[in-house]
């Protein structure tokens, strides 16, 4: 009930991670459908405390159809929402930005380096500067075909997601 406010239709967190803030939020994104019609918006759910009690964001971003979204912190401190478009108008991944840790959200756009099927996908920080190590690195998977569930990939951004080289992207399954 802390997230899920009273008369909204459906709510739920798509398969994959949480992401911790550098000040120990703990962040996630809630595909929410508030009434019947079928329409979905995205909703940054949070805790504060470890996980004991919740609280969520109901300033959503305009995500256009966007679902199974995952969102990550940057080093700079915005949140990074990365999301399916569900009505693929494009076949690419779709980012919001927030630098208000969530409260205000950017309009979605197409990140037009990272091909999408329209299907669920990964983001995480694997390594940051901040921590010690050599290089800033944040991974991003997903299947690298416009239409099909297929071409695994992994991606590497070294530059917080500014740029995902084709260079620095593995094809770890074919099919």
Known sequence: DQVYPAGWYAAWVASGSMHQTRSGRIIAVAGTRKTSSGTLTNNM?????????WGIETNSPNTS?????????????????NHRDQFKSGNYRRIS???????TWTTSVQETQL???????????????????????????????????????VYLSTDETVTWPTTNSKQICYL
Request: charged share 25%; hydrophobic share 25%; no cysteine.
């Open 45 to 53: 759910i949070y805790s504060n405390d470890g996980g004991y009690t």
């Open 65 to 81: 159809g966007g679902d199974e979204t995952k969102i990550i912190e940057l080093n700079d401190g915005t949140y990074h929402m």
């Open 97 to 103: 930005t927030s630098s208000d840790q969530g409260v």
């Open 115 to 153: 091909i999408d099927p329209g299907v669920n996908a990964d983001i995480i920080r694997y390594t940051s500067i901040k921590d010690g190590f050599n290089k800033d690195r944040i991974l991003f998977s997903n299947p690298k075909h416009p239409d099909l569930r297929e071409n695994l990939h």
